[in-house]
């Protein structure tokens, strides 16, 4: 840990590693009770439109890059701020030619409708509503 970094720089990384854990482990519970995985090999039969999956498409990866960031502010390195622009490069390319065709191909018109209400990677300020058949 490098100690000249300010300690409220330190403190704000403990806290954006805890902020980043809540949606990645509550994304996974949901994933579960929808009866899958978030893993492509085990999806889930419906599309996960519940939980931080109302505020943001994308709430684990979202919260591994949030962890990692509170990661280099609470260790004071820099290089791991790179590290989390790689993870994030590396993550929406993985969605965005994976992911995203992938669940359209799946889902059609119920997630052109999600993809349309909810950015992916930039959460909303109010949660989304889906329609009670998405649900």
Sequence with gaps: MDHSWPLWVRVAGAF???VGLVPLVHAFVRFARAG???????????LVVTGPNRWV???MYVGVVTMVV???????????LVYALAVWVAT??????????????????EYAAYRAAVPA???RLRPWDPPRSAA
Excluded at 92 to 109: I, K, Q, S
């Design 36 to 46: 899958g995985t978030p893993a492509p090999v085990a999806p889930p039969e419906h």
């Design 92 to 109: 929406a390319a993985f969605v965005r030619w994976y992911e995203e065709p992938t669940l359209a191909a799946a889902h059609g018109a």
């Design 121 to 123: 990677w930039r959460p």
């Design 57 to 59: 498409r994308n709430p």
């Design 70 to 80: 509170g990661q280099a502010l609470l260790l004071g390195r820099a290089s791991l």
């Design 16 to 18: 954006l590693v805890l």
